[in-house]
């Protein structure tokens, strides 16, 4: 799979580490509840930019840290083990549609993040779950600057522009 047919892809998981002698894969889930990923049968693993490999799941369970799953020709530690860091690929047609005001995070990623007042905060670099909500770390000339993703602060996502206005609140 070249990087030229990657551009329906979207990120939503990555595997940390062998589980057992058996070529079981521990995985980070990326997806809202962490068994979701469990329903794509067909994975693309590989880094950003490629080269992609196709698996097909064979088997997946939840467990406290994540999920432990088999991949279709992953037999033993070794195979498993060297397939640990890679990130999990699905193609964006397989992912469920989102109401108007959901989005998913990879598409928010690189978009301007603007105050409601005009001014250019950054480019939205992450996001990342706290207990209490969303957060995303925006570039600001160089700097870290974190802004809750929540319905008070966020005001309008742009998909088509590429921009998130935010209202700043003291102290932000």
């Given at each position: 799979?070249?990087?030229?047919?990657?551009?329906?892809?979207?990120v939503?998981?990555?595997?940390?580490?062998?589980?057992?002698v058996?070529?079981?894969?521990?995985?980070?889930?990326?997806?809202?509840?962490?068994?979701?990923?469990?329903?794509?049968?067909?994975?693309?693993l590989?880094?950003?930019?490629?080269?992609?490999?196709?698996?097909?799941?064979?088997s997946?369970?939840?467990?406290?840290k994540?999920?432990?799953?088999?991949?279709?020709g992953?037999d033993?530690?070794?195979?498993?083990?060297?397939?640990?860091?890679?990130?999990i690929?699905?193609p964006?047609?397989?992912?469920?549609?989102?109401?108007?005001d959901?989005y998913y995070w990879?598409?928010?990623?690189?978009?301007?993040?603007?105050?409601?007042?005009?001014?250019?905060?950054g480019?939205?670099?992450?996001?990342?779950e706290?207990?209490?909500n969303?957060?995303?770390?925006v570039?600001?000339?160089?700097?870290e600057?974190?802004?809750?993703?929540t319905?008070?602060?966020?005001l309008?996502?742009?998909?088509?522009?590429?921009?998130?206005?935010?209202r700043?609140?003291?102290?932000?």
């Amino acid at each position: 799979m070249t990087e030229s047919e990657n551009i329906d892809l979207l990120v939503v998981g990555r595997l940390v580490g062998s589980h057992g002698v058996r070529g079981e894969l521990k995985v980070n889930s990326f997806t809202e509840q962490k068994e979701d990923l469990l329903n794509f049968p067909d994975w693309i693993l590989g880094l950003k930019g490629g080269p992609y490999k196709s698996y097909t799941l064979v088997s997946g369970r939840g467990n406290a840290k994540g999920l432990i799953v088999r991949l279709s020709g992953v037999d033993d530690r070794e195979t498993a083990q060297a397939l640990s860091g890679n990130d999990i690929w699905v193609p964006r047609s397989q992912l469920p549609d989102l109401d108007d005001d959901q989005y998913y995070w990879n598409d928010l990623i690189g978009m301007m993040v603007v105050s409601e007042d005009g001014e250019e905060l950054g480019r939205l670099q992450h996001l990342f779950e706290t207990g209490a909500n969303d957060v995303m770390s925006v570039d600001s000339q160089g700097e870290e600057r974190l802004i809750p993703f929540t319905q008070e602060i966020v005001l309008n996502v742009d998909v088509a522009n590429k921009v998130v206005m935010v209202r700043l609140l003291p102290g932000m």
